[in-house]
């Protein structure tokens, strides 16, 4: 199994709401990923998680705040966004330890309005 | 500090022509790995390949094939007879010791499009 998923695959959130993106993965990797994709540019990197801790945080804002529940699971949660925060989140996985290669999800279009 | 150069933002070919997308890579290590991703309209980026430094034979994977040349510092794509599902944005990515090999430096992307 290849496949890393994650719901929901659109959002569209008010300023003062809280919400969470889910990613989940079943290919055994150990270090799961968020980035950041606005239109026209390359996916910026968030946060990474290696062996469910957390391993890099790229000064991303507190109104997001990632959390692994698991090997399999990655969750991003939304609080106070601001419009500028519109993009398509994508998740991704991969081997901690070797290789590299990351497989990534669909992504979740994500209108902050 | 990493950096990967795409020049080729945008490329239009002619379906069945070939086309080569460069990406040349600058990074003080010399142990690093290369990648080159997909991404279609849909938006998810798929792995098309990934070569470690030490490792600079070509590869050719149907019609897709990888030239990667460390004394130039290039590690370019070139897609033979292409085809309309070809159509997509490509990005190039190292990711090298700095920062544990999971933080990827990706291009700018070229986008080619593919006219049937």
């Known amino acids: 199994d290849t496949e890393v998923t994650q719901t929901p695959k659109h959002l569209v959130m008010g300023m003062t709401n809280k919400k969470s993106l889910k990613c989940e993965q079943h290919m055994g990797h150990r270090a799961m990923y968020w980035y950041k994709q606005k239109a026209k540019k390359p996916p910026e990197l968030m946060f990474v998680y290696s062996y469910e801790k957390l391993s890099i945080n790229e000064s991303v804002p507190s109104r997001f705040s990632p959390e692994c529940p698991n090997s399999s699971l990655l969750n991003l949660h939304l609080h106070a966004l601001q419009p500028e925060d519109s993009a398509l989140y994508l998740c991704?996985?991969?081997?901690?330890?070797?290789?590299?290669?990351?497989?990534f999800g669909p992504g979740t279009r994500l209108t902050v309005t | 500090a990493q950096k990967v150069t795409q020049a080729q933002t945008e490329i239009s070919v002619v379906e069945k022509e070939d086309v080569t997308l460069d990406c040349v890579y600058e990074t003080r290590d010399t142990t690093y790995y290369l990648f080159w991703y997909k991404q279609p309209p849909s938006g998810e980026l798929v792995f098309l390949i990934r070569?470690?430094?030490?490792?600079?034979q070509n590869e050719i994977s149907g019609r897709y094939s990888w030239n990667f040349q460390k004394s130039t510092s290039s590690f370019n794509f070139t897609i033979t007879a292409s085809q309309v599902v070809d159509s997509a944005v490509y990005f190039c990515?190292?990711?090298?010791?700095?920062?544990?090999?999971?933080?990827?430096?990706f291009g700018t992307g070229t986008k080619l499009q593919v006219i049937p």
């Open positions: 991704a996985s991969s081997q901690a330890d070797s290789s590299y290669e990351q497989y």
């Open positions: 070569r470690n430094s030490f490792d600079e």
């Open positions: 990515a190292l990711s090298d010791p700095s920062g544990g090999y999971q933080k990827v430096t």
